[in-house]
């Protein structure tokens, strides 16, 4: 029972879709941010539901570990092989297999990307709206729970997956959920596949809500003369319940980061973008409201885009954040983070988080999806500076002990995966208990993205 | 290790709260739907988490089952003590603990009641919006993963609930999610715990999403010809985004029964019940534009109740209706089923439910939250009637199957308990196994619940 016999009986099976060359462990070792290339011994690529189950089924017998690849955005590791076996790229499988527009779902494959499957469904009227920037596969995006700009309307994948299939360790194909919208019917699968990074399961399918494209859109910039006044125009933009599309926080330095990769143009302080969906009236309403709101807080400076190009540029440069933050440090790599809190407590998390990174030296971008609470860091980091790198980690414990201080969790929505282990313990106390039982009795051989999320028990012990 | 030998150290731990009296017993053995009295062997009553953690500890120490009690308004029998033991009622646990205005949430315990709770809230001008018609326990209402006539606008308990306190089978206290609004932490304990009907663990507090109580509410009533016209109507609505906050389809025989129950005077037609949320301007628009949508359809007898007087006694009328059913068979108990199927599919099976119902003999209401596609029959029986228990069980059975043929499921709010168990093999598959692996794992004793949702293994071995 070797990884090298799995690899074998897999070449069997799949032929030139099995695949060893150098090139392609490579490139599915590498990662975006500062985690080291890990490529893994082998890797799949699978057609067919069919297919991952004789996959699974053959590396259950091997103890072969099986690490789940989409679009590689994953921003803690997540699709990295850290204990080698094969890379299960599930890339070719990234077909629309229905949409039902009139029950506002589509059924896909896990390959697919947003951006794809946004293409496939633009005729139908209807669009998929949770978007975390990256063009990453839904796959993926279930594994993580990801959310993004759009949560604070639409939800996070947590409310937008309907019903999963999933392969299991040992190759045994299950259905989760159903078309209907809800249901009383058993434990929650669905839910506990979502977010479990593919150490659970192999997400072969997913069935997804669909929301009709709005009759109109505007989205709107605006800038603060502080990060508290944007921060409190956002808390009471959220309590006064206006429905925003999208409400992202931009700090100084993100704004910086934008002029030196994008031109921008902007003023280096703080800037709220937002966009705001609905009838014409509707959003007519919503901006006129914020706007009122917003002015209380000294904004200035708006600018306004109601005509698609102009808002898809607007969102082009936000999603760019990544490449943004990481043009602040020449030729470093980027040490991304994430927490969410409590939208009351929001303020008190973004100043100290600026206050870290300048207590410890470091160049940092903050922007968030400040509607759910939620806000990222960009650290510059380069990795062959122990010292930085020492340093970056101290300022992620920090934002992490900040986040679980005022009520909030270590991760929004990059998740766990490599570098969150060690604080899986310190948010989830006793809980971390029965999360392994569960992992214990679906893959009791530990084959399924072995080594991330759920910290080895030394680790655990340790932080006691 | 027996539960004489449990409810003895109980009665030292609890004093005059662990009570055997008859009276008790058979209070706490009763329940709404036609399932025989099922007394209890004890009723305990804990206070504090505390308790709760001791009392899981004796029972798990001396194999003692232990049914959690709320409110007593489950419909699958949920709350019955079929094992014997220990009922656990939370009824003095029903405090709310924390309300977070700003972050738009609450803690509270598990037997705080729908409507304690918002008699609570209303001086803060924020509400629970999760209603399943019943005046059910928070406790309960997670339990159940209940949701009601405003699931359509606002989910269900599976997206109102943030965070979980719950007792595990041996006594161990774990905590579950945080007062963030997303996370991506680990697994969902929390929505495992959500819908596991007291199987994995005693919900002893609750973080609840809260809403802003709407600037404008509207409520109208109007009929249709066909309850396809009705029917087609509201899914109509639903894809074209209308953001409903009631829409309740009543069948000829459910208005029969308010006609009888509640002196309604409503033409035995089918009709649908509305209600809106927004702003002043928004309300007007959403009226007119389903108005719109229905007078399509044929609607007529429009009425409209905006003063919140004339609100109150239409839902109050709505809520009535399981006792307006019920007034339907005189004498007679109620056997209430529920399904949940894509809204494409919703005319189809409710056609074919009156059909069912005819053709067995049966008299039976049709009400349903119909903009998530889920509804309910209520069947007139007499469980000493053995050809009319039969005939009921092949309605409920009948209608399952047809709510899995059109993609959906068994139960979008009752549950499973102790009525669907048959039905579970028949939605779930081999997902089951895992149920039954993450029940095993939690409580490997089979103390929680015992004899509810995951059916016998002979019974999952007969329906394959």
């Not at 709206?129 to 994948?157: H, K, Q």
Request: a negative charge.
């Amino acid at each position: 029972m070797t990884i090298a016999a799995a690899i074998a009986e897999l070449s069997t099976l799949l032929g030139a879709r099995l695949v060893t060359s150098q090139a392609d462990r490579t490139l599915h070792g590498q990662n975006e941010t500062y985690y080291p290339l890990t490529p893994p011994d082998a890797v799949a690529y699978p057609e067919t539901t069919a297919e991952v189950s004789q996959i699974m089924a053959i590396c259950h017998a091997q103890d072969c570990p099986v690490t789940p690849y989409g679009a590689a955005s994953s921003l803690e590791g997540q699709h990295l092989a850290v204990q080698g076996g094969v890379s299960l790229d599930m890339t070719r499988m990234n077909r629309v297999l229905a949409v039902n527009a009139e029950d506002l779902n589509a059924v896909v494959q896990p390959g697919i990307t947003r951006i794809a499957l946004n293409e496939e469904l633009r005729a139908t009227g209807l669009f998929f709206p949770v978007d975390p920037g990256a063009n990453a596969s839904m796959g993926g995006m279930a594994g993580t729970r990801a959310s993004g700009t759009t949560a604070v309307r639409y939800g996070t994948m947590r409310e937008n997956v309907l019903a999963l299939e999933a392969v299991m360790a040992d190759g045994t194909v299950i259905r989760t959920g159903t078309k209907a919208r809800k249901s009383s019917t058993g434990y929650d699968l669905t839910h506990l596949l979502v977010g479990s990074e593919g150490t659970l399961g192999i997400i072969t399918e997913l069935t997804l809500r669909l929301q009709g494209i709005p009759e109109a859109t505007a989205a709107a910039t605006c800038r603060f003369a502080s990060v508290q006044d944007a921060v409190n125009c956002v808390i009471l933009t959220i309590q006064s319940g206006l429905p925003m599309a999208r409400i992202e926080l931009l700090d100084h330095m993100m704004v910086r980061g934008f002029n030196l990769y994008a031109d921008a143009g902007l003023p280096e302080m703080p800037h709220l973008f937002l966009e705001f969906h609905g009838s014409k009236a509707g959003v007519a309403e919503q901006m006129a409201s914020f706007a009122e709101i917003a002015e209380d807080f000294g904004a200035t400076g708006w600018r306004t885009a109601t005509r698609a190009e102009d808002r898809n540029a607007l969102w082009k440069m936000r999603h760019s954040a990544h490449y943004a933050s990481a043009a602040l440090g020449k030729g470093k790599r980027l040490w991304p983070t994430d927490v969410c809190v409590p939208i009351s407590q929001l303020a008190t998390a973004v100043v100290q988080a600026q206050d870290d990174a300048v207590r410890l030296g470091l160049t940092s971008t903050i922007v968030g999806h400040v509607g759910d609470g939620n806000f990222h860091a960009g650290v510059s980091v380069n990795p062959e500076d122990a010292d930085e790198m020492a340093r970056a980690e101290a300022f992620t414990k920090a934002l992490a002990d900040t986040a679980l201080r005022l009520g909030g969790t270590v991760s929004g929505e990059h998740g766990i995966g490599l570098g969150k282990q060690s604080l899986m313990n310190k948010e989830h106390g006793p809980a971390v208990a029965y999360m392994r039982a569960i992992k214990q009795a679906f893959d009791s051989k530990g084959i399924l993205n072995p080594g991330k999320m759920l910290p080895p028990l030394a680790m655990a012990k340790a932080a006691e």
